[in-house]
């Protein structure tokens, strides 16, 4: 079982920048990639980026590639989502999940292949 916490969320304006944590904890978690979805009121979860844990290899939607960066420290057990040049559209509630069986070389972007989630974070942005 593993364990997945966000924090960072909150009012931003657009432009501004914020850093999103998922702290992770739980059993061996050594070959999970982990991901990084959003869902906006009345849309799908999507895939906004992850990390395989062993590596640090990334991976991203490529519509957000370029604005938005996820990292990982592997002392303090945390990803992270970095995100720039915040817009509007990126109001959303923000969540953090782990894939157990990634295939080893990229990261699954469908939301049913991540078998543990967090429980979210706001991201709400004003224009």
């Known amino acids: 079982q593993v364990q997945l916490v966000e924090s960072g969320g909150g009012l931003v304006q657009a432009g501004d920048s914020l850093r999103l944590s998922c702290t992770v904890s739980?059993?061996?978690?050594?070959?999970?990639?982990l991901g990084w979805f959003r869902q906006a009121p009345g849309k799908e979860r999507e895939f906004v980026g992850g990390?395989?844990?062993?590596?640090?290899?990334?991976y991203y939607s490529e519509s957000l590639k370029g604005r938005f960066a996820v990292d990982r420290d592997k002392v303090k057990n945390t990803m992270y989502l970095q995100m720039n040049n915040l817009k509007p559209e990126d109001t959303a509630v923000f969540l953090c999940?782990?894939?157990?069986?990634?295939?080893?070389?990229?990261?699954?972007?469908?939301?049913?292949?991540?078998?543990?989630w967090g429980q979210g974070t706001q991201v709400t942005v004003s224009s």
């Open positions: 999940a782990a894939d157990s069986h990634p295939p080893w070389s990229y990261a699954q972007r469908s939301a049913t292949d991540y078998e543990y």
């Open positions: 990390v395989r844990w062993s590596s640090g290899s990334t």
């Open positions: 739980g059993q061996n978690f050594g070959h999970y990639v």
